[in-house]
């Protein structure tokens, strides 16, 4: 679907558009967690310009397929949203919105600068789906993390131990079953060697 509109071509009774768009079109805007729709992503887009400024309301809706957050079963989520963006000459946003010849408007737009040929109701768009979407969709409110992906209990004791740390396991079994053996060297004797030194000095000097 084009989104790029010449308002040329946007007659005095208002211009409708309507269009299919693919998942795979829509892949850099969704996270991992979304696999696909369920056929293609419907949208409706209704355009008139009024006095200084262009106004388009938009509504799809699709069957996203995604992952469950939690258990990551598969589940169907409906996609549906609308929006409104207006576009007007820049620092001008008192142009008439409430009543038009092909819709109206129930709350205040999003306002864009109005360029000079076209106008890019992409970014609208985009807005719109990122908000529809919900951040970990849930295939059910009381769904529970599988017995696999759940952190081991340390009173249990029926826990395994991974093999890829079975190794270190025994290698720590075996370093505290050797007897502690620690060398202590006393002070004494290690000043032994200087004050026998000594000793044999003074001894020496007697001697003489």
Not at 72 to 79: C, H, P
Not at 152 to 180: G, V
Not at 200 to 207: A, F, V
Request: glycine fraction near 6%.
């Amino acid at each position: 679907m084009e989104f790029l509109v010449d308002i040329d071509r946007i007659p005095t009774k208002g211009l409708s558009l309507e269009g299919e768009i693919s998942f795979e079109d829509l892949r850099p805007l969704l996270s991992e967690q979304w696999v696909g729709f369920d056929g293609t992503l419907s949208l409706t887009i209704l355009i008139e310009v009024r006095g200084d400024g262009v106004f388009a309301r938009g509504e799809f809706r699709a069957t996203a397929l995604a992952a469950c957050s939690r258990c990551a079963a598969d589940v169907a989520f409906d996609l549906h949203n609308t929006f409104v963006a207006a576009y007007a000459p820049e620092g001008k946003k008192d142009v008439q919105f409430e009543d038009g010849v092909l819709f109206d408007i129930s709350k205040p737009p999003v306002w864009y600068p109005l360029p000079a040929d076209k106008i890019d109701l992409l970014e609208p768009f985009e807005e719109a789906l990122v908000f529809a979407l919900p951040n970990y969709p849930r295939c059910q409110d009381d769904c529970e993390i599988p017995e696999k992906w759940r952190a081991p209990d340390p009173d249990a004791e029926s826990n395994t131990i991974d093999p890829r740390f079975q190794k270190l396991l025994e290698i720590r079994e075996a370093m505290a079953a050797e007897p502690a053996t620690t060398e202590k060297t006393s002070t004494k004797n290690t000043n032994s060697g200087p004050q026998s030194a000594a000793g044999e000095t003074r001894n020496d000097k007697k001697k003489g």
